[in-house]
C-alpha cells in the first residue's frame, strides 16, 4: 500500500491495516491518542488540541472540521497485489435511537502486475445521546493505478455527502456538572432530556474531488547482476533517468447551512431579510489545479546520489456566495501560479533528506511562498537503529478565502488581510528497540489569522511563538505493558491562541496469545487527560471553532477519560468490546471536550474488521 506525498505524485509506502494494537480507538472522533477536542457525537466537527497537528485547510474550510471521515486525495491508500484485497470494517454502539455506527469497505483488484484499480465505501451515522446532534456521512471513491516501468498513474474520484444537526451546546452546564441543582432532586439528568440552545439547525456539505497524477520516464536498460557461477540467462531491468510529471486535481464543495431556531440575542447581527427568521445559507467552491514538472532521478548511476525536481503549477478557483439581491450570486475567481523545485534522497540507510519549495509568480500567489525540509540521519548503536530527525518549514501565505469573504444570514466580512508569515523548527530523536521518541518544536507566526470571540476572521498585529515538546515511551515486563504519550505545548498569547500546557494519554494492557497461539489478546485500559485551558468554542452557523466569548468564558479539561477493552486478533479477523466513559460518576462531572457540549455517558461500543486476500 501506498499514499501520494505531494503534487509531483511521490509516493509513500504505508503498511496494510492489520495491526490490532489501538484497533479500538481507530473510530474514536477525538483520535487515537486523544489529541482532539469535538461536539461529543461521533464524526462531529472537531479541531487538534496538538497545534502542529492543526492541517492548512485552504480551500476545504468548511470540510476540515469533518478530518475523523473527510479523505484528502493525498492521504488516499492505493493497493498494487497479485491476489485481490478487500477489507470490511463494523463500528456499532447504543441502541437505534442514540446510538452510533459506521461501516467501511475497501476493495482492490489488480488487472495484471502494472494495473490495479478498485473501490471505497464509508458510511457513518451517530445519531446522538443528545438532542438534535446526529451526524449521517457518506463518502464513495473508485481508484485506480498503472505502474509500468516507463509510464506511471494514480487517480481517484470520489464523492462526500456529510450532514449534521446542530444544537449550539447545551442551555446550562450545570445539567452536567451539578445535577442535582437541575434534575428536581434527582442524581442525574437523561442526556436525551438536557435542553440545547438549537433545534432546529443543521449543516451539510458535499464535495467532489478528481485526482489524477501521471509521469513518463525515459531511461536504459541494464542487466542485472549475478552470482559468478550462475549459468542462468542474464536479466534485464529498466532505469528511468528523467520523468515528465503532470498532475491535475479537480474539487467542487457546496456548503449549505438551514436554521428555522429563533434564539434570542444568539447571533448579533442579521444582513439578509430580517424579517425571516429561516435561515437559508450556501457557497460554492470550484477550483481546478494542474502541475507540470520534470525530474531528474536519483540513482541511476552512482553519481546520481538524489533526486532534482523542477515543476510549476497553476489553479484557477471560483467561489459563489450569497448576495444581498436574492436573485444574485456574488462571484469571485482567483488565478495562482508558481513556479518550484524539489531536492530528494531516498535511498540508502543513512542518510535521507526531501526539500519542495514553491513561489508564487503570477496571479494572487504573489508574493506567496512555501519551503519545507526534513533530513534523517540513522545509526546503530547497541544492536538497535537510532535515527535523528530534523524538519523545517518557511511560508509567506494568504488567509484561505472563506476567512477573506463569506456572505450569510448572520455573518458577513470582506477583508483585505496580511499574509501570515510561518517559520517552524522540530527536531526528533527516535530509538526503535527501546520504543522511545523525543520531539521538540519552535514555531514562530507573524499575522496569525484566527476567529475572535465574535467568530469573525481576525488577524493578530504582531508575533506569535509556539513552543512544544512530546515524549513517547513504551514499557513491558512480560505480558505486561504500557504505553506513555506526554505532550507540552507553550503559547506566547493565549488569548489569542489557547493551547492545554500539558496533553497525556496513558495506555496500560496484558498482551498475551491463547487457542495454540492462533489468538492474539490485548485487555486493559487507556486514559486521556489534558490541562484546563479556554478552548475554542463553536458557532454552527459559519462551522469553526473560535475563541470564547469574553462573557462566556469557561475553562475545559483536567477531567480524565478512561476506557476499558479487550482487543483481539484472530488471523485475518480483529475484533474489539470497549466500555467507553467508564469513569462516569467516579469523579466531579465536567466531561467536555468544547464549551457546553459534553462527550457521550458511558457507552458499550464494539468493532469488527476482515482481511480478505482472494
Known amino acids: 500500500m501506498w499514499k501520494i506525498k505531494n503534487q509531483l505524485g511521490d509516493r509513500i509506502l504505508v503498511p496494510a491495516d492489520t495491526v490490532y494494537h489501538h484497533f479500538q480507538n481507530t473510530n474514536l472522533t477525538e483520535g487515537v491518542t486523544g489529541h482532539y477536542n469535538y461536539l461529543g457525537n461521533m464524526g462531529s466537527p472537531r479541531i487538534s488540541r496538538i497545534f502542529s497537528e492543526r492541517r492548512d485547510p485552504g480551500s476545504a474550510l468548511f470540510l476540515e472540521p469533518f478530518s475523523s471521515f473527510y479523505v484528502r486525495p493525498m492521504d488516499f491508500y492505493f493497493t498494487n497485489s497479485n491476489v485481490p484485497y478487500t477489507n470490511l470494517t463494523y463500528n456499532k454502539a447504543g441502541n437505534k435511537v442514540n446510538g452510533e455506527e459506521r461501516f467501511k469497505s475497501y476493495f482492490s483488484v489488480n488487472a495484471n502486475k502494472r494495473l490495479a484499480f478498485g473501490f471505497n465505501i464509508d458510511y457513518l451515522y451517530g445519531r446522538g445521546y443528545y438532542n438534535n446532534q446526529n451526524t449521517a456521512f457518506f463518502n464513495a471513491a473508485v481508484f485506480g493505478s498503472y505502474m509500468g516501468d516507463r509510464y506511471q498513474m494514480q487517480t481517484i474520484y470520489s464523492n462526500n455527502y456529510l450532514k449534521v444537526n446542530e444544537n449550539g451546546g447545551i442551555t446550562d452546564d450545570r445539567y452536567i456538572t451539578a445535577p442535582e441543582e437541575m434534575a428536581e432532586g434527582k442524581k442525574e439528568y437523561e442526556s436525551v432530556n438536557i435542553p440545547t440552545v438549537l433545534n432546529a439547525t443543521a449543516n451539510r456539505n458535499h464535495s467532489m474531488n478528481i485526482f489524477l497524477t501521471q509521469r513518463y520516464n525515459l531511461g536504459f536498460h541494464r542487466d542485472i547482476a549475478k552470482a559468478e557461477n550462475d549459468t542462468t540467462p542474464t536479466k534485464q531491468e529498466y532505469v528511468p533517468v528523467t520523468s515528465f510529471i503532470h498532475t491535475i486535481q479537480v474539487e467542487r464543495a457546496r456548503h449549505t447551512f438551514r436554521s428555522s431556531d429563533n434564539v434570542p440575542n444568539y447571533y448579533d447581527n442579521i444582513y439578509l431579510s430580517p424579517t425571516n427568521k429561516v435561515a437559508r445559507d450556501s457557497t460554492v467552491y470550484v477550483g481546478i489545479k494542474n502541475t507540470v514538472g520534470i525530474a531528474l532521478l536519483e540513482g541511476f548511476n552512482k553519481y546520481a546520489k538524489a533526486g532534482l525536481t523542477a515543476f510549476v503549477s497553476h489553479k484557477l478557483s471560483r467561489y459563489s456566495l450569497m448576495s444581498t439581491d436574492s436573485l444574485q450570486r456574488d462571484q469571485y475567481n482567483e488565478t495562482e501560479f508558481y513556479a518550484g523545485g524539489e531536492l530528494t534522497k531516498t535511498q540508502g540507510k543513512f542518510l535521507h533528506y526531501h526539500a519542495i519549495g514553491e513561489i508564487g509568480v503570477a496571479g494572487k500567489a504573489i508574493g506567496q511562498f512555501n519551503v519545507k525540509a526534513d533530513i534523517d540521519f540513522n545509526f546503530p548503536l547497541f544492536r538497535d537503529t537510532v535515527s535523528l530527525i530534523a524538519r523545517g518549514e518557511v511560508s509567506n501565505q494568504i488567509a484561505p478565502f472563506y476567512m477573506r469573504h463569506y456572505h450569510s444570514k448572520y455573518f458577513w466580512w470582506d477583508n483585505d488581510m496580511d499574509k501570515e508569515f510561518r517559520t517552524r523548527l522540530e527536531g526528533e530523536l527516535s530509538i526503535a528497540r527501546w520504543q522511545t521518541r523525543i520531539k521538540a518544536s519552535v514555531e514562530n507566526i507573524k499575522n496569525y489569522t484566527y476567529f475572535n470571540q465574535e467568530a469573525k476572521p481576525e488577524q493578530n498585529s504582531g508575533s506569535i511563538q509556539v513552543l512544544s515538546a512530546t515524549l513517547s515511551q513504551n514499557f513491558r515486563l512480560g505480558v505486561f ?52 485551558y479556554n478552548a475554542p468554542a463553536y458557532m454552527p452557523a459559519i462551522q469553526q471553532f473560535h475563541l470564547q466569548p469574553d462573557n462566556d468564558r469557561v475553562e475545559i479539561g483536567g477531567y480524565p477519560i478512561v476506557n476499558v477493552y479487550a482487543n483481539l486478533h484472530l488471523k485475518r479477523t480483529r475484533f474489539y468490546v470497549m466500555m467507553y466513559h467508564v469513569n462516569k460518576g467516579m469523579s466531579k462531572p465536567d466531561y467536555f471536550l468544547a464549551p457546553h457540549y459534553p462527550i457521550n455517558p458511558r457507552i458499550l461500543k464494539l468493532g469488527l474488521s476482515w482481511n480478505f486476500y482472494d
Request: proline share 4%.
Open 481 to 532: 505493558h504500557l504505553d506513555n504519550e506526554v505532550i507540552w505545548q507553550k503559547t506566547s498569547d493565549e488569548n489569542v491562541l489557547p493551547l492545554p500546557d500539558l496533553s497525556l494519554y496513558h495506555n496500560f494492557y496484558m498482551q498475551f496469545k491463547l487457542a495454540k497461539k492462533v489468538l492474539s489478546v490485548q485487555l486493559g485500559a487507556d486514559v486521556r487527560y489534558f490541562t484546563k
